[in-house]
């Protein structure tokens, strides 16, 4: 008898993160690729990206041993169950495939049986928490806040007695490859490279952008009870900075020392990737979680 896989894909409208795993919830096999948000780059794209993903973490010719798979979009305001048939035909064949909120998937995907806040720092910011009894709450920051040439911007114009002429040479290389799609991956690199190089002006847009990720956590901790929360992190700006990684988990350390802050960057295709076994195998949820977790 044909062994049987499931699959969770989360996508970020730029990349996707995939999670394959079996019914019992071992994990087989992980992968990063091109986004699968037709909305934003076309179903041609969008296809070609889905296909690559199977074929790295299942095998094309395999792909029939896959029983469920489970999609969660960060923009999950634009993609729907009822139009995904365009995106996996052909290559889903005979496979149960669903459709999650991204919020579901993010805090299903980073632990179980405790409260937990799922931190997400990238084009916008977002916390979702959930207490012990499953009751959720969000909390979104304007998306125009993590636009990195405004931030830029704001600073040239504020900062005196920095070196403006390199700032400047960063700024029109950042603009130039935010056209070709690159912008929060070099912001990133180009922020640390120059917090290394001793720029002031880098330092305080670091400590700005986490100073408003620790802010979104803090309006959050009204609703936390008892023993504190597990604090995941994720996000291109969050993860893909350490000046900017280092300085939230300072903050929040300091802030909620009972608090356990762990970087989940696979958080949403786990989840997604459980929900796919869940629906299957309610009966065998707890072993499946186990498993998952350990």
């Known amino acids: ?4 896989f499931f699959l969770g894909i989360a996508d970020n409208d730029r990349f996707a993160s995939v999670v394959v795993g079996d019914p019992s919830g071992n994990i087989i096999a992980t992968s990063v690729g091109g986004s699968v948000n037709y909305y934003y780059w076309g179903m041609e794209q ?7 993903l199977i074929h790295q973490t299942v095998g094309w010719e395999r792909r029939g041993s896959l029983a469920g798979a489970c999609f969660t979009y960060k923009a999950d305001y634009a993609v729907t169950e ?3 048939p365009d995106l996996v035909s052909g290559y889903l064949e005979g496979t149960e495939v669903m459709v999650e909120d991204f ?3 993010s805090i299903l995907g980073m632990n179980d049986g405790q409260a937990r806040l799922f ?14 009894m499953g009751k959720q709450l969000q909390l979104r920051q304007d998306a125009l806040m993590w636009n990195p040439i405004i931030r830029l911007n704001e600073k040239l114009q504020e900062v005196a007695g920095v070196d403006r002429k390199q700032c400047v040479e960063d700024l029109l290389y950042l603009k130039s490859q935010i056209e070709l799609g690159k912008g929060l991956g070099v912001f990133t690199d180009v922020l640390d490279q120059r917090v290394k190089e001793g720029s002031s002006l880098a330092l305080e847009v670091a400590f700005e952008l986490a100073y408003d990720l620790v802010q979104m956590v803090m309006r959050m901790s009204t ?17 893909g900075s350490q000046t900017i990684r280092a300085r939230v988990h300072r903050l929040l350390s300091l802030l909620f020392p009972q608090c356990r802050i762990v970087d989940v960057p696979l958080a949403p295709a786990k989840g997604a990737y459980l929900s796919s076994v869940l629906t299957r195998r309610s009966a065998f949820e707890q072993e499946v979680l186990i498993n998952l977790y350990n």
């Open 1 to 4: 008898m044909e062994r049987k």
């Open 119 to 132: 931190l997400v720092g990238g084009h916008s910011g977002l916390a979702i928490y959930e207490d012990a």
């Open 223 to 239: 609703h936390f009870r008892g023993l504190e929360p597990v604090i995941g992190l994720y996000g291109q700006i969050l993860l």
């Open 103 to 105: 919020a579901t998937s």
């Open 46 to 52: 969008a296809r070609a990206n889905l296909r690559d």
């Open 82 to 84: 009822w139009s995904m």
